[in-house]
């Protein structure tokens, strides 16, 4: 009697197991960026959303788990400094994927009293000693391509696969209802070059979509300000994200993406 007992409560224990491994199995796409990726908590806090918040929409998240680790105001340094990326490295494994976009707020200050967030313009290897107001503290300030590339070679190292992001568009059309590409996304796809990491270029893909549109039906997406994008706008973006992550040879990540 009690072997017919024992024998199920094993085989169950034995499934239980199985479960939580394939569970902890479960790759994760961790997102890095600024309040373009997630705007503040990501709720929708004044109407404004970033593009992490509806990759949910074309991500099998039964398969998949997304981590949208963006914060606002954030630059490729200051993402760093603040330990964000520290915290993600803990916990990274093989496998897994980072979407990262940095640009817009790297073109500040190096240590101003405001914000302190700049980085060197470029993806050389210059370097400045400053003191961060801040953080109270000295600081050897890097370029931008030097912060993107520790970011690709890090999660390499790991085991987990980097794909770069140009940075989304602003609102700003010219006379000639054209809008200029960013130069941070022409330096993103250098630094994807150079660390082997996969790159979607959605500055050029929002960009071909907004002129489309024209300037009229484009404003709406941002009710704020230039930078900044309600629902409609950031689903747009994340729409364009999964278009350029189906695009992408030999990356798996397209795997998890929901059939159309």
Known sequence: MKIKIIIPLILLFVFIGVSFQKLQEKPVLYIIGDSTVQNGSGKGADSLWGWGSFLNLY???????????????RSSRTFLTEGRWDSIMKTIKKGDY???????????ELADTLRARG??????????????????VDETVYTYGYYMRKY??????????????SPVPRFKFDDKGKIEKDQYGVWAQEVAKQTGAYFIDLNEMVIEKYEQMG?????????????????????????????GVRNLKKCELKNYLKRK
Not at 63 to 70: D, G, L, P, R, Y
Not at 98 to 108: E, K, L, T
Not at 119 to 135: A, F, H, L
Request: hydrophobic residues 35%.
């Open 59 to 73: 991500l099998n998240t039964d398969k998949i788990e997304i981590q949208n680790h963006a914060k606002g105001g």
């Open 152 to 165: 690709a070679n890090e999660a390499k190292a790991k085991g987990a696969i980097p794909i770069i992001v």
């Open 98 to 108: 980072v979407v990262m976009q940095f640009g817009h707020n790297d073109g500040g």
């Open 119 to 136: 980085t060197i313009k470029g993806i050389g290897e210059e370097s400045k000693d400053i003191y961060n107001p801040i953080r109270k």
């Open 215 to 243: 300037q009229e039906k484009v404003k709406a997406f941002f009710p704020k300000d230039h930078t900044h994008t309600n629902e409609a706008g950031a689903i747009l973006n994340a729409e364009l994200v999964a278009e």
